[in-house]
């Protein structure tokens, strides 16, 4: 049987997906040399990566000339809000009130993001 395919964006996928989201449309060469890799990655691993997204629907190519241009088929706000659902339901039990809780609970928030979760929840 084989494995089923995640909806959400492993650590290799996000640095790609990253990259596309800064600089935009962009040849599998100049999305390997947008990558801050040491050691680089090879451009077969990026050609990969960016077929295993486009399976996943985050991305999308066209052909100019000899070259394929891939570009990002779902913005960042979307792809943040479902990682962040997903983590709600796995480690949340959906509650968003737990969430905040644990987040605030942490003891390396600095004030001034306490404070400025205080504004929002008045607002």
Not at 13 to 34: H, Q, S, Y
């Amino acid at each position: 049987m084989s494995r089923k395919v995640s909806r959400q964006l492993t650590e290799a996928e996000l640095r790609l997906m990253n990259v596309l989201w800064k600089r935009g449309p962009a040849t599998v060469a100049e999305i390997t040399d947008g990558l801050k890799a040491d050691p680089p990655l090879a451009y077969n691993t990026v050609l990969t990566t960016l077929r295993i997204l486009e399976s996943k629907g985050f991305v999308r190519h066209k052909k100019e000339s000899r070259a394929f241009i891939y570009e990002a088929s779902v913005a960042q706000e979307e792809a943040s809000r479902s990682a962040l659902r997903q983590l709600l339901a796995r480690f949340f039990n959906n509650s968003p009130e737990l969430l905040v809780a644990n987040l605030l609970k942490d003891e390396q928030i600095r004030k001034r993001d306490l404070e400025r979760v205080r504004k929002l929840i008045a607002e």
